[in-house]
């Protein structure tokens, strides 16, 4: 739509938190819906501080003393526990967008790692779904409430180390036949930057994999895939994550993409032959044990660098 006319929030509109989403959805254009949608809802988290603790409701009046007291707020939540440094410099790097999509220029914006801290990359605990039973318990509690295409992407997400559009898109049946000819998937549909359709990734399949392969090829039936037929990708990706939100505390798990973390460890282990650092504190394999296991769960990943396996087993000192 672009700009309305009128000085107030750059012309973008009247309201401060509609005008930045506007300036968002032209600067992106069509086919960006997950950015733009991502953007205005950290952005109007910045709008609702700024009015009722500036009192301002034009961007115009935002300057470069706003964002640093803005970022002081995030820090003290990182501080009290309230947020991470990865949340709050998301918000930051949002504010930081949406104003030069409004301004038309970059002179006012802030720092993020500056004002909140440096984000961490190696995780550092154990993720919230190592425990295999609770993943199984949470997706029969989904079923049981006739979510089953939510527990096939639930379980195929733990068991095969997908991304929750790589489980959605999975063509299920193919990955049925795969599995029991070659013992491993080729995951080829969903991937980031569209790898898959260059590379193959194969994917060991594990006993209880290939018993939620089974499952998921019976609920996707005659479709493509995991995503119901009457819904579009966004659709699914919301209804997905809000079923979900709904029962993972109940079971103690965390986020979607924290399944994938799991299954990451449970490969280390099995090719270091030692538990993964972010579930036993510190690395116990070997130097080459441990750097040969990284390479190969980079790969089962779909990630094209290894230090990125850090975020998922833990670090190597």
């Known amino acids: 739509m672009g700009k309305v006319g009128g000085s107030r929030n750059f012309g973008f509109g009247k309201k401060m938190a509609w005008a930045g989403k506007q300036a968002l959805r032209e600067r992106y254009g069509d086919g960006h819906h997950r950015s733009v949608a991502a953007h205005a809802e950290r952005w109007a988290h910045f709008v609702g501080w700024a009015r009722e603790t500036c009192s301002i409701r034009d961007a115009r009046q935002v300057d ?165 037929s009457h819904l579009s990708w966004r659709q699914w990706n919301d209804h997905l994550h809000h079923v979900w939100a709904g029962v993972r505390g109940e079971h103690g798990l965390g986020k979607l993409h924290d399944l994938r973390a799991a299954y990451a460890c449970d490969r280390y282990q099995t090719l270091a032959g030692a538990t993964a650092p972010a579930t036993g504190g510190s690395r116990v394999a070997s130097s080459e044990a441990d750097r040969a296991a990284r390479a190969v769960i980079a790969q089962e990943l779909g990630h094209g660098r290894v230090d990125v396996v850090a975020a998922y087993v833990g670090g190597r000192a």
């Not at 640093?68 to 930051?92: D, I, W």
């Not at 995780?123 to 509690?141: M, Y």
């Not at 995951?187 to 499952?215: C, F, H, M, N």
Request: charge should be positive.
């Open 64 to 228: 470069g003393a706003t964002l640093a007291r803005f970022g002081q707020t995030l820090a003290e939540k990182v501080r009290q526990g309230n947020a991470s440094v990865a949340y709050a410099q998301n918000l930051l790097s949002t504010v930081n967008v949406v104003l030069e999509a409004l301004r038309g220029d970059t002179r006012v914006r802030c720092s993020p790692s500056a004002l909140v801290g440096q984000r961490s990359h190696v995780r550092g605990n154990p993720p919230p779904g190592i425990d295999r039973r609770a993943v199984q318990t949470c997706a029969e509690t989904l079923r049981g409430r006739g979510h089953a295409h939510a527990a096939a992407v639930v379980e195929l997400a733990r068991e095969l180390g997908l991304r929750v559009r790589e489980a959605s898109l999975l063509d299920a049946r193919v990955a049925l036949r795969e599995a029991v000819r070659h013992g491993a998937v080729n995951i080829t549909e969903g991937t980031k930057g569209g790898r898959g359709r260059r590379v193959d990734r194969w994917v060991p399949v594990s006993a209880t994999a290939l018993e939620s392969l089974r499952r998921a090829a019976a609920v996707q039936g005659v479709g493509r895939n995991l995503v119901p």
